[in-house]
């Protein structure tokens, strides 16, 4: 059964540092994975997907990258600014369920000014 | 732009009600996708349909039921609703597979917390 994990649970860094999320999965016939972010009390935003033949990609300040042997994703952000404040999701599409995402519990990221 | 929409931001029922929460897509997406998200939990899938009238459990379903008359909504059901059911409830949609469909996002709604009292 695909398993994601995500780490940390929880990051607080001040205003201009460049950060790292991690993301963990347990098998890697997968179709994509998927990053998201999500404000307090709203729906997901999608904000990178990388496809698994991709090793990249980037949006702004964004920038994923996946380790499909390896099981394993980061999100980088550079330059953190306050309104990135938020809680950040990786999702895996597994290639045995066709449509459906697996996800992690999350990394709430807090951005100090 | 990609528009996921949910009929209720806020919604307050009470046990025993039957509780009927709409997700409307204007994609055109074959899947839709309902989930409930609650804290420690994460998002756990409910219910999905890849095509009209056609539905697939999710890992839980009990105690929700779903309908899927049209292409572009899709309805998840508290045939009678519990206290255990308070929750924020996410509705998603994406193209259907294979590729490169499957390499499209899933899109979500704006969510719908519900508490049962």
């Known amino acids: 059964k695909q398993e994601v994990t995500q780490i940390p649970a929880a990051l607080s860094v001040p205003e201009g540092e460049n950060l790292v999320l991690n993301c963990s999965f347990t098998?890697?016939?997968?179709?994509?994975l998927q990053w998201f972010r999500q404000d307090p009390g709203k729906g997901l935003t999608s904000l990178l997907l990388?496809?698994?033949?991709?090793r990249e990609q980037t949006s702004g300040r964004l920038n994923a990258s996946l380790d499909k042997s390896s099981g394993r994703s980061t999100l980088y952000i550079a330059a953190s600014q306050p309104g990135d404040s938020a809680t950040y999701l990786c999702?895996?599409?597994?290639?045995?369920?066709?449509?459906?995402?697996?996800f992690g519990a999350g990394t709430i990221l807090r951005v100090k000014s | 732009d990609v528009k996921v929409t949910q009929s209720s931001r806020y919604l307050v029922k009470r046990t025993g009600e039957k509780v009927f929460l709409e997700c409307v897509q204007d994609m055109d997406h074959e899947n839709m996708f309902w989930y409930r998200q609650d804290p420690g939990l994460g998002l756990r899938l409910i219910y999905f349909s890849y095509d009209v009238k056609m539905k697939e459990k999710g890992d839980i379903p009990e105690g929700y039921s779903v309908s899927r008359e049209k292409k572009e909504r899709f309805s998840l059901i508290l045939e009678s609703a519990s206290t255990n059911q308070t929750s924020m409830y996410l509705c998603?949609?994406?193209?259907?597979?294979?590729?490169?469909?499957?390499?499209?996002?899933?899109?979500f709604g704006d969510g719908t917390r519900l508490s049962i009292l």
């Open positions: 998603a949609s994406s193209p259907r597979g294979p590729l490169p469909n499957s390499n499209q996002p899933q899109h």
């Open positions: 990388i496809q698994s033949s991709q």
């Open positions: 098998d890697s016939a997968i179709y994509n």
């Open positions: 999702a895996v599409r597994p290639l045995k369920y066709g449509n459906k995402l697996v």
